[in-house]
């Protein structure tokens, strides 16, 4: 008989002692890689080309190197393009590991609302395209080639997958997989798109006045119920023909039951605090007034300031490109707290300007003309990071970040699906800091990477490649 009849051909538990053996080995002798698997984004459909793809998964797997020939100078070439490796790594792994461990992970879920996520059919080996990390020398290999009968069906079965591995030339291909040692290599490589968010704004300033006699507060003591629209509030007009009546507007909240609910006063802002009033013997009285004679019950008080009030306060410049109401910082009354300084809010258009300043407390006691501070033109709030997919709120353009510098509010963006739109808000749909949200003041499509965006080809061949200043270089003499 030819073959040992005391190993059986084909027996499963003999089978999985050759693979047990097969994996102690390697584990023993081998060196831990991390697989990161090729997934797919975009393809072209008539010549089947792969227009974008990324690395968003990794894996550790143990491997045997079986042979490497190139990690020296005299497989370095120099092309137009740079330096090229010509190094080659043969790597072997456990069919085994990687049936269990890995390729179960692979394909189930190929699809999420932010796009592809795995391979849409079961993986039964690697791939060619997909990469290998050698953490010794920080080098990533690209599988060129997969050999899955090296060991070439001993006791009917085979064990091992033989990878041919060649130093990784990036391509644009997209890597998230959340390893630093990795993603640190490709933060700004390949082709980006640099966006300033939250810039371009300008402060908007304004200026007051100073007035005796001026309604400075009003305390609502009840709200009341029932109403359906804002009322009118009115102030009673001094009782010196000299002086300027109030003027102000009511701040709404819901009132009542989940099921049954209506509209009472909140507060009271003054636009206008008149002049001429005085403490005790004329404070005018407050009345809210419904336009649809729907809603009662609703009281407040006025508080008189004897002098220095602050009055109606105008816009001297209204800024630019707010995307939220700014703060309002009115200068003190007094450096001993002894009267009340004013407080202010503004409101804006959608133009992106500070259209007012209004007052929950126009102060009292003031000297000289406060300063009125208003807050910048904030466009945004949060923050980004690498590997967030962000999305334009009108274009709904999605982009991969690659970088973000939060001093100069600069974004640095791949592997659009379009292209975005001015003034349009960014937010983070999907990643790390979800909740992000800027405002988006200019794009620039123009890698500063002069290679990649050929400009300095473009400049020379213009310049001095073909002239025709003179002649027509392609003529005859």
Known sequence: MALNPFFLQGNKQEQQL???LTNEQIKMFGVEFIYMPRVYVKTADVLREVTSSKFDRSFPIEGYISSYEG????????????????????IIISQDRYDSSIAPLLWKFPTSTYGPTGRTEDQ???????????????????????????DFYQLRNTYTYELT?????????????RIDEIDDDFETEGYNVTMILGSGGEK????????????????????????????????????NPSGNTAQGYAKMVRVGTRNFSSWGVQSVVI????????????VPNVTFVAADGVGSGAVATAGVGT?????????????????????????????????TNATAIAGINSAGQVTHIHYTNSGYGYTSVPNITIGDSVEGSGTFNYGDVIKGSSSLTTAFVSSWDASTNTLLAKDLSGQFSGGETIIVEVG??????????????????????????????????????EKNPFGEI
């Open 18 to 20: 050759v693979q047990d």
């Open 71 to 90: 990690f020296d100078s005299g497989y370095n070439l120099l092309t137009k393009f740079g330096v090229r490796s010509t190094a080659e790594m043969k």
């Open 124 to 150: 039964t080996r690697p791939y060619e395209g997909d990469l290998m990390y050698f953490p010794m020398r920080d080098i990533i290999f690209e599988i060129k080639y997969v050999n899955d009968i090296v």
């Open 165 to 177: 591995c060649e130093p990784f030339e990036y391509t644009d291909e997209t890597f998230n997989t």
């Open 204 to 239: 908007a300033t304004a200026y007051t006045t100073l007035t005796d006699g001026g309604i400075y507060k009003v305390d609502v003591i009840t709200g009341g119920v029932g109403f359906n629209t804002t009322p009118t509030v009115r102030f009673d007009a001094p009782v």
């Open 271 to 282: 636009t206008n605090p008149g002049s001429l009033y005085v403490p005790g013997s004329d």
């Open 307 to 339: 002098a220095g009030v602050v009055g109606v306060t105008s816009m001297s410049y209204t800024g630019k490109n707010y995307s939220q109401i700014p703060s309002v910082t009115v200068g003190a009354s007094s450096t001993d707290g002894s009267t």
């Open 432 to 469: 790390v800091s979800t909740g992000a949200s800027y405002t988006l003041n200019s794009i620039d499509y123009n890698d500063d990477d002069a290679f990649n965006d050929s400009e300095t080809i473009e400049y020379i061949s213009d310049t001095s490649i073909v002239d025709f200043t």
